[in-house]
């Protein structure tokens, strides 16, 4: 999408100017992982203006793969108006996103051969509370992942402007079998599956129920929970960063669980996507425009230094 915010974090009200950025959920995660090193692509379909193609060359801009745009004449983009807050008064976004072009996409424009080249497929709640074609498409590509013996990542990733939690749970349930990873805040898991007084049990009990590999569960500033498909659960180590803009820090933390499953380690994975997030929360915009060196050295670090 378009992101305008106006600057400084000041109320929509009476702003007379606003910040013009590019974000969304598995954008960002695509972002952030391609500056940790990974090759990472990007699926949508977006309308051939002005404002298509700003998106196009801002994922192009941080070496995100764009071959699989779908581009079409019709329909619009989708833009959002973030108004940062800060502790007391949250971020209020606002979405004006109705008749986007990706809420017309179908199974029949993806490139199959596209999405078989890549080695682990995520996307997130939000795109299936688009529209019913997000849906239908989401759970086609989570089937063929699966029939490709390939690796599959999910973030709920609840929005309440999208839709109900009831027809979220309901629409989740149909594709949560074929996730391999499911990332999750504890809030959000416990709004659409029931509260539980014990973490570990109800991720046991999602677990047994979709047979993921991995949840891994954020819990705000508060460590991580993570349960493994042998039971054995993790921790993470929690920081309470200072807030410039909290837009993009779950999916920060995403691409660094990501970056640290794809190479075959869930301590590096935990360490990663809780310091990924922590840092966004410095940066501007949604994208996490980070490097390796320095997420490991604020992991070796505790995550307070001054860099001299």
Known sequence: MIRFSPPNHERLDFATQVDFKVGGSESNVAVALSRLGLKAGWIS???????????????????????????????RVGTYYAELGSDPRPTNVLYDRADSAISHISTEELDWTYLEACRLFHTSGITMALSPN?????????????????????????????????????????????????????????????????????????????????????RSSDPTFLLDE??????????????????????????????????????????????????????????????????EEFIRKGGYWIKR
Do not use: Q
């Open 45 to 75: 379909k977006l309308t051939d203006n002005t404002l298509g193609r700003r998106i196009e060359n801002e994922l192009k801009r941080w070496n995100v793969n764009v071959e699989g745009i779908i581009w079409t004449p019709d329909y």
């Open 134 to 218: 997000c849906e239908e498409v989401v759970k086609a590509c989570f089937e063929y992942m699966r029939e490709k013996k390939k690796a599959t990542s999910f973030d709920i990733n609840y929005r309440s402007r999208l839709w109900a939690p009831e027809k979220a749970k309901s629409k989740l349930e149909e594709i949560l079998p074929f996730v391999d990873i499911l990332i999750s805040s504890e809030n959000d898991l416990n709004l659409l599956f029931g509260t539980s007084e014990n973490l570990r049990e109800k991720c046991a009990e999602l677990m047994e129920r979709f047979s993921f590999k991995v949840i891994v569960v954020t």
């Open 230 to 295: 042998n039971k054995e659960e993790s921790w993470g180590k929690g920081y309470h960063p200072a807030v410039i803009d909290r837009i993009g820090a779950g999916d920060a933390f995403a691409a660094g669980f990501l970056y640290g499953y794809l190479l075959g380690d869930l301590k590096m994975a935990l360490s990663y996507g809780e310091a990924m997030s922590a840092l966004k929360f410095s940066i501007p915009g949604d994208f996490a425009i980070l490097n390796k060196s320095e997420v």
